[in-house]
């Protein structure tokens, strides 16, 4: 399940193109409410939305112009508190932490590698396929 903060705004570029919500709602397999009322649904929908809306946009690079166009704090939870982690690294352990708030089927880690260190986000699901505008998101 993922928090669904972000699906009205993806639901609106498709009723932009000339989408109906039933045909959205039909084509995806969602309930109306989810699409309408902010609440968690399940993440293989939400890339399927977040899918459809990239491909409907005709933007090849709507993942990277959403993800700019939706600030972080729209995030809900998770952003309230990685926001008032007092510095860097306990906002990064917070966001390891806390991310389930956020979504499920996903985690954070840090690798270290001498005077590198990487961020790392994957989702932890084997059943959902890689979406290329979540990554970029």
């Keep these: 399940m ?11 570029t498709l009723r932009d193109a000339g989408w109906s919500e039933a045909r959205i709602t039909s084509t995806l397999g969602l ?4 699409i309408r009322l902010q ?14 809306a990239g491909e409907v946009s005709r933007d090849p690079c709507f993942g990277l ?15 309230y508190i990685m926001r008032n982690s007092p510095n860097l690294g306990a906002a990064i352990t917070n966001a390891m932490r806390y991310l389930r708030l956020h979504v499920d089927a996903a985690e ?15 989702l932890t699901d084997p059943s959902i396929p890689p979406c290329r505008y979540y990554s970029e998101v």
Excluded: C
């Excluded at 993922?2 to 609106?12: E, H, N």
């Excluded at 609440?39 to 459809?52: G, M, Q, S």
């Design 2 to 12: 993922v928090d669904a903060l972000w699906v009205p705004p993806m639901v609106r």
């Design 31 to 34: 309930r109306l409410d989810q």
């Design 39 to 52: 609440r968690r649904i399940p993440l293989a929908k939400y890339l399927a939305l977040l899918e459809l």
């Design 65 to 79: 112009h959403f993800g700019a166009t939706h600030a972080f704090n729209t995030i809900g939870l998770l952003a």
């Design 108 to 122: 954070l880690s840090l690798a270290f590698a001498g005077p590198e260190v990487r961020l790392i986000y994957r």
